[in-house]
């Protein structure tokens, strides 16, 4: 059984930077794909990044392309999400999660693995 702390969230206005951390209590950390989805109030839930932690290879949704980076400190099991030039549209419940492939993740939605939650609000 593997689970995912989260930690971070918040509230930030318009055009301001959050970052979110995730951290795996599992004694494997290889083999795997961890990301963040999030669910917009009144929107069904989306895949927004993830990063295989073996290579470290990273995709993003295009709808936070270019303003989200997500990172790992693989030592700590631990990923990171960095936020900026956040817009209200941003405004979500935002979970880590895993899974064993990119498809769970950014995709289907289905990953094996679900954090607690982090709100994240972006006022205008």
């Known amino acids: 059984q593997v689970q995912l702390l989260e930690f971070g969230g918040g509230s930030v206005q318009t055009g301001g930077s959050l970052t979110l951390s995730c951290t795996a209590s599992t004694n494997s950390y290889s083999g795997a794909w961890m990301g963040w989805i999030r669910q917009i109030p009144g929107k069904g839930r989306e895949g927004i990044t993830a990063i295989y932690v073996d290579s470290g290879t990273t995709f993003y949704a295009d709808s936070v392309k270019g303003r989200f980076t997500i990172s790992q400190d693989r030592a700590e099991k631990t990923v990171h999400l960095e936020m900026n030039s956040l817009k209200p549209e941003d405004t979500a419940m935002y979970y880590c999660?895993?899974?064993?492939?990119?498809?769970?993740?950014?995709?289907?939605?289905?990953?094996?693995?679900w954090g607690q939650g982090t709100q994240v609000t972006v006022s205008s």
């Open positions: 999660a895993a899974g064993h492939s990119l498809r769970s993740i950014m995709q289907t939605l289905t990953p094996d693995y």
